[in-house]
């Protein structure tokens, strides 16, 4: 038996995008903000010395060490995780659009939308354009 693919209206990749985007958002929020209290109730009552700067760890420069670091239930690692989050979050988006313009065999939009995300991934993963 041959498989029908449906194409998805614009209205149909608009939702889509939108649900994505919100539940992005919401759940940065929420891991931001559970990070947020936990290092709080870590650190709350800590008197800071502004007179030397302490860098942020090497291993919370990295998204392989963000990981490590919220896996291993570091405060700090959690909000970072939060944060990579949020910034994959428009990432996702276009990963989506390039199924939805796929699927409605529109292949400029799919070429130009992967030329975003080429450019999006190389500068997250790289820094430079």
Known sequence: ??????????????????ALLRAGVTATSFVVLAGG???????????LDYRAFH???????????????ALSSHSRGIIELGLVMLVMTPV???????VGFARQRDYLYVGATLLVLAILLHNLLVGTL
Do not use: C, K, N
Not at 37 to 47: N, P, Q, S, T, V
Not at 55 to 69: E, M, N, Y
């Open 1 to 18: 038996m041959r498989r029908v693919r449906v194409a998805w209206t614009d209205d149909q990749m608009q939702a889509i995008i939108s």
């Open 37 to 47: 209290i936990y290092y709080l109730a870590l650190h709350g009552g800590e008197h």
């Open 55 to 69: 860098a942020q760890p090497a291993a919370l420069r990295t998204i392989p060490g963000i990981v490590a670091f």
């Open 92 to 98: 996702a988006r276009v990963l989506i659009s390039v």
